[in-house]
């Protein structure tokens, strides 16, 4: 298959998984997933203790329920929604009622509610011009309440609040309150989000101002190292092609200090970015500030045919003999015809 | 199966049900699950549809894997090839069945925008693994682009060594046969250039000299 080893790399590179995917795949599961799982685990001892905090829920409600009318709730102290994947169904004796799946947390008092929404959509309506207080907290943001009837949706791509009748005010970290009236909805991204709408927009060919401007408060939300790994990448892709090279540069030397970024990276993403460290360095301090960048790279196996020929270049004054012995490494890799043509000339070949 | 990370100890947190572990082994496998259904079924199959399905049957069937920490590989490719299979045929009987219209050969996961992008030798090369037999294009992308040697292969499909060493064969002839018909020598794609009939791509798009701030290559003519 020698004839055909490039296009069949080139078809592997092509269809490898993307953290675009993986953000995709990630959300759906969250939204699909199966509530119970069947499970080799389940002994005896634990289907009893299960069974008993069924019945001893089932207990609970029994004795809560005639003590408040029409089956409308009044706590006082926190209660868990969606509990055991149980679809969500709460009436608030003051006029505020949840319902949905997802699993989240009620705490506050009457008139004045907050509800912590760990994953799902739940749909919320609340009595208009009752001067009932409520909020709906993730990570993502927080959805104030003006009067309304509106659906809060958590998935790995962030939060989304959907208004279907009255206003509500809508916070996510970094961007100013938005007032989100009937029939419109706004999200507040994840950092999954984020990376999942940059790379997008990238693959789309917007300007790389709009791909900056679009993940500008991704490190205003919580995320996995491998998260804010691909964020920092984004980041400086974009800046380094809007020629903001001393950016770029210590974009990259930030990221090659933070150990739990680099772990957390692909493999081949230090060398990547010192690859566009050296390319950037060149231009800003041309091959004197480029050195550092040019020798990690010409020391490891993952050296291009570029860098070996960046690296002849800036060396080639002071050391013709590490020079050519580039050049002639360089031959050995991918190179542009016009200048692998233009290598063996200089080198007499 | 050396290319595949399997972790034993993972699978068994999983199957404990501590907190995380089915997270971390989805997410370990989800890539991979996603290149199979896209090398082996080309465009014929949304692959995210795909790895859902197969997400829900190994939260449902571990338990019942035996020995997961040993074939959790195998069985995982067994489970996504029957997937695959299930919705070819699915898609086929609707289309003579309810003479539907042909399925869009592009992948639909990928988006409009990275379907576009992709090249045009990528395009070929999936259009030649689409025209093999099954049994031959699994060799083919398990040992080609999956990187899996014949003996793994082998062991990843339940056959033997000589069954995979003779199907990566005929395999290998009707590729290049099919390659030569579709890329003849001297037809330039992506740019590149052709040597003995192959193009020459850039693995790396920014392997491209021309984005380099070449001044002019100095004179080495000194040796060593």
Known sequence: MTNYRNELDAYAAETESTPVDMAIARARWEAGRPDQRVSAWMSPFRLAFTGGMVAAAAALLFALLPSTPDNQLDPTGPV????????VDVSLLEGISISGEGQGLLTGTAGDRAVALDSGRMHFEVTPNAGLHLQVVTDEGTATVLGTVFDVERDALGTTVSVERGKVQVDCPGHEAVYVTAGRAETCYSAEGYLGHGRALQQAGEAPEVVLDAIAHAGEVSAEPAFRAELAVLRIESLSRLSRHDEALSGVEAFLADDALVGAAAEHRPTELRRLAARAAVQVGG?????????????SDEAEGVDLVQYATCVGKSDPGAARAALEQALDTDLEPKLEARIRKLLGQ | ??????????????????????DQLLDAWRPVILRWTRRMAGGRVDPHDVLQDVSVLIWTHLHTVRSPERTFPSWLYRVTQREIMRRRRRAWVRRVMLMDSPPDRSDPALGPEQNAQMSESARIVEQILQKLPDAQREVMVLHELEGLNQREVAEMLDVKLGTVKSR???????????????MPPGDDQDGGDRKDGAVLTFKNPSNNPSDLPFVGLVSVGGGR
């Open chain 1, 287 to 299: 091959c004197e500030r480029a050195m550092p960048w040019l020798d990690a790279l010409n020391g």
């Open chain 1, 80 to 87: 868990a929604l969606g509990e055991q994947a149980a679809p």
């Open chain 2, 1 to 22: 199966m050396s290319a595949y990370k399997n972790n034993p100890e993972l699978i068994q947190r999983a199957l404990a049900n501590e907190p995380g572990a089915w």
């Open chain 2, 168 to 182: 990566l064969r005929l395999a290998r002839v009707r590729f290049e046969r099919e390659a030569r018909e579709l």
